[in-house]
């Protein structure tokens, strides 16, 4: 258990990207690669840096782009007080956890190929796409949120699990910023307007308070420009240790 | 809009499978096949026949395996009043409609390449394993969940929303049963154990009420005997005209 722990532990220090298994290359030619281009080779093939899907890329639309632009490394006056709000864009991987082994995976096989709910697909564009910025005081946090075309529900609208999914991931990478580890405890979420598959729409989480180990978090959906609600929840996270989740 | 129902209502009823694009015959070849065998091929490459996701495949586990022998086609005699239940399994397609035109799509590109979120991985196992059964009266369904690789959330357990997304489901498809289409308007969920990554459970939704065009659903999820309870959900879903989703 306690050796269980601190595989884990170092695994959270360690994120490890999805890497394609590197070309095998052809038996003949291996014998004539010399050791030390195989050596400079290595850091490419076997690279530890994890790919930060929080960026850009080519499935952006402009909305994704303008918002993005606007909210990365902005600072801002809000509301009567004129209080200034600087937010800071949250990295986000396809897995968390190099090494979590012991009880938690029923095999050595699920292990090795788990990924991130949100992040298992790989056609950019394709599902979620997303990017995470939180306040400097961590009461806040907004998310950019681009609804692909593998996520439907409702004929044309995205599915209300997909929507359920990103409230979660919003809330709980807040909660999260506040008091790592959480788990979700209660989402209670109304539907209010469907979401058109293919747009683009704004994720907004609220800390309401903390009692203890819990924490209470409000969350809308709303359209780009904030005139049209899609969606309201409540979510309840409670901080747990790691070795709390290792009991299965 | 009009014009756009008739065309979505007709799809409705020609269910389309996610198909491969057949590949084309090589231009020297195609003018050697006989028009007849062109037109004997058509049906094969063109088939209007769904896949059915909700039958076995290779990726269901033992547990999966016995759960779908045991509720498939099955009547059992239950409780104190010795009621008896038939069991109907319910099909399951990656897309509901071949033509969700005008509106409702923000691109014909996004159109053809919608899927549906629970569907939209190809590699069996890997994701939502699933296959629902309705009982004959329609107050209840069950559904036999294997948890992929790829929904993972906290290390080793189902994402929050992967399980919100199977409720949404489950509950969302007895809900059309009784009164479809149906939207979801409410999902009330208690998360009160983490579900271990690549286990089977069962999701059992139960119909409360009815009122008006809402109906009010309880669901739960618990370990395959009943023994250990993961999740409790309600669920409250609108009928609505499908002219009232065109509106978009």
């Known amino acids: 258990m306690a050796r269980n722990l601190a595989r884990i532990l170092r695994g959270c220090g360690s994120l490890v990207p999805f890497m394609k298994t590197p070309a095998r290359p052809p038996r003949s030619s291996s014998s004539s690669i010399p050791v030390r281009t195989l050596v400079e ?22 909305e994704m782009m303008r918002l993005y632009e606007h909210y990365n490394g902005h600072t801002e006056t809000e509301g ?33 190929k788990a990924r991130l709910f949100t992040r298992n697909i790989r056609d950019p564009g394709a599902a979620f796409e997303y990017v995470l910025f ?7 946090c907004v998310c950019i949120f681009q609804a ?6 409702p004929p044309g609208h995205v599915h209300g699990g997909a929507i359920a999914t990103m409230i979660d991931t919003v809330t709980g ?9 959480v788990l ?11 979401i058109p598959l293919g747009s683009t729409v704004l994720i907004e989480s609220t800390l309401e308070k903390t009692e203890g180990r819990k924490l209470f978090i409000s969350c809308k959906v709303t359209s780009t420009d904030g005139s049209k609600r899609h969606t309201d929840a409540t979510a309840l996270f ?11």
Do not use: C
């Open 41 to 62: 080779m290595l850091p490419s093939l076997f690279s530890s840096k994890p790919r930060d899907f929080s960026l850009p890329n080519s499935s952006w639309g402009e």
């Open 80 to 112: 009567e007080e004129n209080q200034e709000r600087k937010w800071n864009r949250l990295p986000s991987y396809n897995r968390s956890l190099k090494y979590a082994a012991g009880g938690v995976y029923l095999s050595k096989l699920i292990q090795s």
């Open 134 to 140: 939180i306040d400097k005081e961590k009461e806040k």
């Open 148 to 153: 692909g075309h593998l996520l439907e529900g």
């Open 173 to 181: 990478t807040h909660a999260s910023a506040i008091s790592a580890p």
């Open 184 to 194: 979700t405890a209660n989402l209670n979420i109304d539907y209010r307007s469907p």
């Open 238 to 248: 409670v901080s747990v240790s790691i070795g709390h989740l290792l009991k299965g």
